[in-house]
């Protein structure tokens, strides 16, 4: 984000955006080589005979994969994101293949089309972003949060058992769909509070993502925690920002508002995982992880669902406990690589 947000500053300062297309391909290309220098970084302190080839593949790479889009948008209808996903996807999984060459084809596959994804989602979540508050530095949020994404589906598979971690992100898809699908369905007759609705969303989620545990005491408490942590999430969200900002109940902001009090409700989720872990580490990851989660997911019922409340809440459920039961996983059984 902070990568983004200098480029901006110095685009605006300096006019490159209107420069000719040599200088605007160098900005572009310097601007991706900088995202690859800080995914080799984590690449490098996580995998082990990672070198400096392996580096420099991802450098070019994502340099190449902010570049050359630009360049053929120049001259062809194309999507930006795709190409800009493909490039940095296929560079980065041929550099682990580089340096893991153990790695099974069906996991390059999976890390590959994470990468795509996670690129897909990031750009959605910047194009959102851009379209609700018409503003271009809001936007770079979706870059580093595609970066996240797409490092964490990347270290979960090269644990010795990625697929224990891929069955917690199926639970946590499975329960947080059923929970959403849930309140929705009693929501109409009952019209629960917004508090009351994502406490029992959270008790639903919780206990379900947990359920392959079969440990009663621990599905209850992660349960209670998951509820505890929407019910504060929903609570910051609607009683204290209102309360703070008199704009912020001001039907004119409604759809900056629905936006805004997206990352709370996934901080309140993600930091109530976090804690079951105990680790500053799988706190920071996860909150950040939620909230992102319910930013994106938020862009795509507003950007792509035409569908009705009961699906678009399925679907986003599912979404949201996937990605973070995906990252409760991996976070719980997280060593370094090094050692793998």
């Not at 759809?255 to 709370?264: G, H, S």
Request: charged content about 10%; overall charge positive; glycine content about 10%.
């Amino acid at each position: 984000m902070i990568i983004d947000l200098v480029y901006l500053f110095v685009a605006d300062l300096t006019h490159i955006r209107t420069a000719n297309v040599v200088i605007r391909f160098l900005s572009l290309f310097s601007l991706g080589g900088l995202y690859g220098i800080v995914v080799s970084f984590a690449l490098s302190k996580a995998i082990n005979n990672w070198h400096w080839k392996q580096s420099l593949t991802v450098i070019f790479g994502s340099a190449l994969a902010q570049s050359v889009p630009w360049v053929v948008r120049q001259y062809f209808t194309v999507d930006f994101i795709t190409i800009y996903a493909l490039f940095a996807g296929l560079s980065t999984t041929v550099a682990i293949k580089w340096a893991r060459p153990a790695t099974r084809p069906i996991n390059l596959i999976t890390i590959f089309a994470s990468w795509m994804l996670a690129w897909k989602a990031g750009g959605l979540l910047g194009i959102h972003l851009q379209a609700v508050f018409n503003n271009q530095y809001i936007a770079t949020i979706g870059d580093p949060f595609a970066v996240l994404l797409g490092l964490l589906f990347t270290f979960g598979f090269q644990l010795k058992k990625p697929w224990e971690v891929l069955k917690t992100a199926l639970f946590g898809a499975l329960g947080f769909a059923v929970g959403n699908t849930i309140v929705d369905i009693i929501n109409t007759p009952l019209h629960l509070p917004a508090e009351i609705s994502f406490a029992l969303w959270g008790l639903i989620g919780g206990a379900i993502l947990e359920a392959p545990s079969r440990d009663s005491r621990r599905i209850l408490f992660t349960a209670a925690m998951c509820g505890i942590g929407l019910f504060v999430g929903a609570y910051v969200a609607f009683d204290v920002l209102p309360a703070i900002g008199v704009q912020y109940a001001n039907s004119e902001f409604s759809v900056k508002n629905i936006t805004l009090y997206q990352p709370f409700l996934g901080l309140g989720l993600g930091l109530a995982l976090g804690l079951l872990i105990r680790r500053m580490s799988a706190i920071a990851v996860l909150a950040l992880l939620g909230a992102g989660m319910y930013l994106i997911t938020r862009a795509l019922n507003v950007e792509f669902f035409n569908f009705s409340s009961l699906w678009e809440s399925s679907i986003r459920g599912m979404l949201i406990g996937l990605v973070l039961g995906y990252g409760y996983g991996y976070m719980r059984r997280a060593k370094s690589l090094v050692e793998v």
